[in-house]
Each structure stands twice: as C-alpha cells, then as structure tokens.
C-alpha cells in the first residue's frame, strides 16, 4: 500500500498538474489581475455598504486599518473561489478524462487532495497579492497595525480552505461548468449571508446560524489580529467534511464503471 | 457454499450504482452532522484565543488580572438572563455576555459564585429583579413573522461581603470593562467622591422651542461627564462654601469648573479641603461660548471675575495662573460647525485643539494611556519661570500644546468661515513665533495657604443657618495634589446638532481624561489602566494639508489685493490636485507592482514551459 505509506509523493503531482494547466491558460492571469484591482478598490472608495452599521472606505473613514478589505474578502470569495474551482471536476466529465484519471493506481482521495491543494494555492496567491498591495498603500498613508493583516492572511487562508473544499464538491457534483459555478456560489453566498438573517430569526436557530456562518467565524477573530482556535477547527472540520463528500461522490462514479 | 451466498459476496463486491448513491448520500449527511457537532462542541469548549493586534482589546486585560487577584472572599455573580430567548438578536446578545462572564470568571473560578436567574419563568427571579431596579427589554418574538414581543432580561448583579454593584445593561462590547470596574469598586471599602464646585451647579437653560432657548440649550452643561463619573463614584454638589460651610468630609476630589469671582470664603474652604490632603481639579475658563452661533453666554464673568479672587491669589501663590490670552494651534487644530448666516459651515478652528501623542505626557497615568484629548478656546498657564512654585511643591506639564501654537488676544467673536481663520492666524504669524503652552499641569507637595496666621474670611450671609466657627487655618501641613487646566469645555456635555461634525466636548477624549484623573488622584491606577482599551487612531496621512503648506496657502497675508487672493486660489487648486495624484499614485504603485509579480511570474513560467517542451521534442526526435 504505497498510496497509504506515502500519500503526499501522490497528492503533490496532481496538485503540480493542475496548478500547470491553471498557468498555461490566460483566465487565471486575468483572474488575479482582476481580483487585485477590484478587491483594493472596493475598500478605497466604497466601503462595506452591508449590515447593519455600513463600513467607510479607506478616505472616507480615514483610519489606517485593512477591517473593511477583510470584510469584502468572505462575500467576493463566495464568487471568486466558485469560478476558479469550477472546472475541476465537472471539466474532466465533461472532456472525458475523468475517466483515464480515475484508472491510475492512485486512490480518489490523492486527486481530490492534489486538486484541492492547487485551487488553494492559486486562490490564496491571489487574496495575497490583492490584500498585501492594499496594505502597503495603507502602511505608506498611515500606522498600519501589520500583525492583524498577517494573522487576517492566516484566517483567510482557512476561510480559502472551507470554500475551495465546497467549491470542488459541488464541481464533483454536476456535469457542468456552469452548473458547478452556479452552485458553488449559491452555496457560499448563501453561507456568508446567514448573520444577516440573525435579526430575523428565533433565538437557538439564530446561535446555530451564526456558529454555522464561515462570515462571522472569519470578520470575528482572524479579522481583528485574533488566532482563535474554536473557528481554525471550524474551517478545518468544513473543509474536511467537503473533501470527504467530494471523494464519496467521485470515489461512487469511479466503482460504477 | 450455497448460491445464494455467493451472490451476497458478489454484491458486497461490487455494490450497484443505487446502493452506492445511497452509501454516498448517508456518509455526506453523517460528515454534515459531525462537522456541525464538531464546531458547536470547538465553540464551547476551544477557548483558547490570541489577540496578537497591536491593540490587545480582545484579550483579557492585565488590569482585570489584577483586579480579580485581589478578590479575598467570594464574589456572588447573579445573572438575570431569559434562557430562551425568541429573538435572535437578543439571543445573541446574551450568548455574548454569558460568554464572556465564563471567561471572566475561568480567571479564578474559585473566586465566583455563579447564579443564573430567570425571572421570565420565575417569580422569585422577577421579584429579585426588580428589587435591583433591573429592567426587560422588549424582543420581537420569534419566528420570520416577527410574532408577538417577548421580555428579554439580561442583567447582573455582583455581591461581596454585603455590599452590592449592579450592572443593569451589559454591552457585549464593553463587558469585560463594565464587570471589572463594578468588581473593582465592589472590593473597595469605599466609594470615592467627587464634588462639584462653579459651572455644573448653575441652573440648566430653559428648555423651550423659541430661537433664544435653542440657542441658550448649546451653552455648556456637565451632566454627562459627572454621570459617567458618578456610575463608580458618589457625585457630590459642593454648596455653602461661601456660607462658610466647609468641603464635605466624604469629598475626596473637588471639580472647581469655570468659577469665576469665587467668594472670598469659599476660596478660603477650597483652601482648607486642600490643606485637609483633599486633591483639588480647577478647570479655569473665559465666558461660555454657544458653539453653535459663537455668542458669549449673558451675565458670565469670565476670568476677569476669576482674577479678582481670593482663589486665584491662593493659585498662584502656589505657582498656578492661567492667562486671559487663547491659545491657537494651527498643528492640532480640529473641525468644527459654525452656523453661520443660516447655513452651517466647516470650520478648521485652531482655537479647538485637539491634542495628541507628544502633547500628552508619558510621565503620569492620567495621561500616559489617553490617545487624545479636544480643548476648545483654551487658555495657557504661565511657566514656571514666570510664576514659580512655592518650595517643596512640584510641578509637572500634564498637556501642551504643538509647536505650532501662538497666543492671542481674547476675540470676542469666534471665527465664522475658514477665510477668517486664515486671516486671524496669517496676522499672528507675521507678529509672533510660534511657540507651545501647557493647557493642563498637575502640583504636587505641601501648599502654603494664603491664611496661614490670619484668620478666616467672614462668611456671606446664610437663609439656613449659622455655619460651624471656622477653625485655625491650617497650612502645608499634608501633602496634596491640585490640577489647574486652562479649558473648561473638555468637561461640556457633547452636542449633536443632527449635522455631520457633532461638537464632541467631552466626548473627544475629556471623560477619559476625568475619570483617569479622579483615579489617579485618588489613588486608584488600576481603573486608568482598564478605561484606556480603545482603539488606536490611526489617522491617513493629510496630503491636502501637506500640499497645501508646500505651497504655502496659508500663508497669506491679511490684507491681500485681489490679485493676491486669486494667486492664493490657484495656489490652492494645485495643492488640491497634487494632492489627488499624489492620493492615486499611493493607491496604483502597490497593485501595479502586485499584478508586475503575477506578469513575470507567468512569462517566466511559461517560458520554462515552452524550452522544456522544445528539448522533449528535441530528445524525441533523435
């Protein structure tokens, strides 16, 4: 049982493989070009026009302080990780090599862990191209305070983690690009919207949707410079939890042929 | 082996596509259930959180450390808390405190009693509650329809050694500062109080709809800071002094604010109180300004009143005397409303200062851990040089102006636009240098009293009786501490006009500085150290200001001819535009480098793509 003895020399040339073909092709170029102007901007002159006390942007507020960017980051993720995990799955069914993948004497678990592994990284490149940039525009306007932008890149790393996981998921779960898109994005939007429920809602279904809310496990810890060990374990246990159903499912294509 | 049985085998083997689907979708839910179970179980009992901000304010503070340290007998904490809560915000709201309160007391779980208390459900809990004066609020009911309200309780009440502290609405976000403090008063013996002498005992204006009651409504009042003080502390109104009755013994820090022609006994028994080892703060101010018109409140007496005093002698034979002159910052100068011809305008006032690190001294706790504090109209006190403290009295400059500050004649109108400041402080550079002025300075030593070997002032004339026979004035005979600060409106009460530049007051930084001041004085540092977990400022930088003083806008002269003001214009046209794309270049280096790195990181790896393809196909073709 090699796969078991050594699983990361498996994961890894999946992971080397699809990180190659995500820079062969212009899309993830523009993607993060995209994302590094768009994201910046959003904090500079619009704020956070979301709940119930809006956010100023960058001049309008005038503190040096990346909260507002941090507040952005769990609703444009919601779309931006969708998007760039989409093909990952229902591409190789659509193409048809889902099915010379499944036939290599690798086990379901090391692709999905490869796959994950490079939509991660390409995911968290990007949010740390964008955030980084916006902060030193910031260090250069003001008292930047750089343990919370370093500790926020920690969060968001696990916030990635959770989405890519359930990005992928929901690409193994439809035949299709634009499917999996729809559904990966109505997934997560739907995840960040639930504090802004909260008002709504009765009392214990309010607690269990704001202890389910990837929103307020990121913007209430890892957001402020806080390493809060109670929503690193909640990242990890969704990603996991993903993961594991992103491998039942293909794991149950791969057992019918 | 029968059949039958190797087909079971076989299917075992190799399940069929619905027996797979349905393996698949049973495993999804179980992992949807454990991944839930699992966070709700790490929200519980993970508390194992780093605050690594520069700030530190989610992260137990070192001073409610101390203060729980101190705890010798039990605390009993009652929690008056609805436990099922309909409405979700509410329901929150108290998952956050109780949180909190947990984590509070896993400080020294041995120190606390913990009991929670429903009145919604139970008699005995209600009857509690409102023997506490606690109150509900009113929720919205459960269910997406909102249905019908609910009384949500949540309040606290501390107990130790038959003395009670009440917390009657926590604030998640306050919490751990509203349980710390009432604890800390709970553990002391007594509670400190603060008297009030001069402006906060004159009558409140008249309320009323018509101009000259909504103007008067903005003159300066003192309710909020002496409430704020008196939630820990007894607040005390200092009165028939001049009717010779001496400082009430229970007074332990005596607020003289803006006193004006003090009556010769009363002087005499804010002298004594001090002599006594009393600590004294006076807050020294001209006539009381409206902020909204810049109008002098009628009948006031100013420090020319003050100057007449018997008080003022007694300050400044202990090296205290605050000038009639005002101070403008033109550094640390702030923006403020003026209503002027019936439309409001922004004014960037030199004369409301707000001061910062650097203005602020590091040497005492009262303003160590202050970020800033706004003065507005302030009057500077005179230097040691000029008037010396007495032997064995020190003087230490508690806050100072910036550099950048002159002095001016008391103006008898506040600036209306931002053309007159210019003007006014074009003409004071032209005349003066800058300098900088203390606004606030505490002495400290044995006071000579004025009296010392005379005796005491004849008391005014008293409706309720003769006063206790004044003794032997006593002098230096204890130590004690006096603050003098040149500015009474960083105690004002703040004002919210409904426009979008309130005028803050006391709410600019002076409740801070007046509760850490009472501490200080009263010996009691560790509060000071609770109070200053606030938010750093971290104001961006001015680019506009920057420019415009590259360009020297402000620098005009007074009496300039119409061309002049045109070049100044242009002048500030360009300011503005220089400092927009100085603005746009911040902003486009960092992401045009960001999107550089991704750029060359793709033509790089690309180019390694196409030379290892190129020596594949080359090893292949020989």
Same mark, same amino acid.
């Given at each position: 049982m090699t796969g078991l003895a050594r699983p990361r020399s498996r994961v890894l040339p999946f992971a080397r493989r699809e990180l190659r073909s995500a820079f062969e092709s212009p899309v993830a170029y523009v993607a993060i070009g995209l994302f590094v102007?768009?994201?910046?901007?959003?904090?500079?002159f619009l704020g956070y026009p979301v709940g119930v006390v809006p956010l100023p942007g960058l001049w309008e507020g005038g503190q040096a302080s990346l909260i507002v960017l941090f507040h952005w980051l769990p609703l444009l993720l919601a779309f931006v990780v969708p998007a760039l995990c989409m093909g990952s799955w229902s591409e190789e069914r659509r193409a048809g090599t889902e099915e010379v993948l499944l036939t290599y004497p690798v086990s379901v678990a090391a692709v999905a862990g490869g796959k994950f592994l490079a939509s991660w990284l390409l995911a968290f490149l990007m949010t740390a191209l964008a955030t980084l940039s916006a902060a030193l525009t910031v260090a250069a306007?003001?008292?930047?305070?750089?343990n919370t932008v370093w500790v926020g890149l920690l969060g968001a790393a696990f916030l990635l983690a959770a989405y890519v996981a359930v990005a992928q998921c929901l690409s193994a779960a439809s035949g299709e690009q634009l499917v999996a898109f729809l559904l990966g994005a109505l997934a997560l939007g739907l995840a960040w919207s639930l504090p802004l429920f909260v008002r709504i809602l009765p009392g214990g279904l309010a607690g269990l949707l704001e202890a389910a809310s990837p929103t307020q496990h990121f913007l209430g810890s890892a957001a402020r410079g806080v390493v809060d060990l109670a929503d690193l374990v909640y990242f990890a246990l969704v990603a996991i939890a993903a993961l594991g159903v992103n491998v039942l499912l293909v794991e149950g294509r791969r057992c019918r042929r | 082996m029968s059949a039958a049985g190797g087909n079971d085998r076989a299917a075992l083997a190799h399940p069929s596509a619905? /027996?797979?689907?349905?393996? /698949?979708?049973? %495993? /999804?839910?179980?992992?949807?259930?454990? %991944?839930?179970l699992g966070a709700s179980l790490a929200e519980r009992h993970l508390t194992r959180r780093i605050d690594l901000s520069e700030d530190g304010l989610y992260a137990v503070a070192p001073a409610t450390r101390r203060i729980v340290d101190r705890i010798e007998d039990r605390v009993v904490v009652r929690l008056f808390a609805t436990e099922e809560v309909a409405d979700g915000q509410y329901a929150l709201r108290t998952a956050r405190v109780r949180a909190q309160l947990d984590e509070l007391i896993a400080l020294s779980p041995e120190s606390f009693e913990l009991q929670v208390l429903d009145?919604?459900?139970?008699?005995?809990a209600r009857k509690r509650a409102a023997d506490a004066r606690f109150r509900p609020r009113q929720g919205r009911g459960g269910g997406l329809g909102g249905g019908a309200s609910e009384e949500v309780w949540l309040s606290l009440e501390l107990g130790y050694r038959g003395r009670t502290a009440r917390i009657p609405e926590p604030m998640p976000w306050q919490f751990e500062t509203q349980f710390a403090s009432r604890l800390h008063g709970l553990l002391s013996?007594?509670?400190?109080?603060?008297?009030?002498?001069?402006?906060?005992?004159?009558?409140?204006?008249?309320?009323?709809?018509?101009?000259?009651?909504?103007?008067? /409504? %903005?003159?300066?009042?003192?309710?909020?800071?002496?409430?704020?003080l008196a939630e820990d502390r007894r607040d005390i109104e200092v009165r028939g002094l001049a009717e010779g009755r001496p400082v009430p013994e229970e007074v332990d820090v005596l607020f003289v604010v803006r006193p004006g022609a003090v009556h010769p006994r009363a002087a005499y028994e804010i002298d004594q109180f001090v002599q006594r080892g009393g600590r004294l703060v006076v807050c020294l101010d001209d006539h009381d300004y409206s902020v909204l018109t810049g109008a002098e409140r009628p009948g006031g007496e100013g420090l020319e009143g003050f100057e007449q005093s018997a008080l003022h002698r007694a300050l400044k034979s202990w090296g205290a005397e605050v000038s009639r002159q005002q101070i403008w910052d033109k550094t640390w100068r702030t923006r403020r409303l003026q209503f002027n011809g019936g439309r409001w305008a922004l004014v960037n006032d030199p004369m409301v200062i707000t001061v910062r690190e650097g203005g602020l001294s590091d040497e005492v706790p009262p303003t160590q851990s202050l970020r800033e504090v706004q003065f507005w109209w302030a009057h500077p006190l005179a230097t040691e040089g000029m008037v010396p403290t007495p032997p064995g009295v020190v003087r230490t400059d508690l806050v100072t102006t910036s550099d950048g500050s002159w002095l001016n004649q008391r103006v008898f109108q506040l600036p209306r636009s931002a053309m007159d400041v210019t003007r006014q402080l074009a003409n004071l550079q032209r005349r003066t240098d800058p300098g900088r002025f203390t606004l606030a300075a505490a002495f400290s030593g044995r006071f000579p009293s004025p009296w010392a070997g005379a005796e005491a002032p004849e008391p005014a004339e008293s409706i309720v009786g003769a006063p206790p026979a004044a003794g032997v004035p006593r002098s230096a005979e204890v130590d004690s501490t006096v603050v003098v600060v040149g500015d009474a409106d960083w105690l004002r009460d703040p004002q919210d006009f409904g426009a979008p530049i309130p005028a803050l007051f006391s709410e600019g930084g002076g409740r801070l500085f007046a509760e850490n001041l009472v501490?200080?004085?009263?010996?009691?540092?560790?509060?000071?150290?609770?109070?200053?977990?606030?938010p750093t400022p971290r104001p961006l930088?001015?680019?506009?200001?920057?420019?415009?003083?590259?360009?020297?806008?402000?620098?005009?002269?007074p009496y300039e001819t119409e061309t002049e003001r045109a070049e100044r214009a242009r002048k500030a046209d360009r300011a503005r535009g220089r400092a927009r794309r100085r603005q746009w270049l911040t902003m486009l280096y960092p992401a045009l480098g960001a999107l550089l790195i991704v750029g060359l990181f793709g033509a790089l790896w690309n180019g390694l793509q196409t030379r290892s393809a190129r020596t594949s196909g080359r090893g292949g073709d020989a």
């Open positions: 102007l768009l994201l910046p901007a959003l904090f500079f306007l003001g008292d930047l305070d750089w | 619905r /027996a797979l689907r349905w393996n /698949a979708l049973l %495993t /999804a839910a179980l992992l949807g259930v454990i %991944t839930v009145p919604s459900v139970s008699s005995e013996d007594r509670r400190i109080g603060v008297g009030w002498f001069g402006a906060p005992l004159d009558p409140p204006p008249e309320a009323g709809d018509d101009p000259q009651s909504r103007i008067a /409504a %903005t003159f300066s009042r003192f309710s909020y800071v002496r409430s704020r501490d200080w004085l009263s010996l009691d540092e560790e509060l000071i150290g609770l109070r200053s977990r606030v930088r001015d680019f506009v200001g920057e420019e415009e003083a590259k360009l020297g806008v402000f620098e005009a002269d």
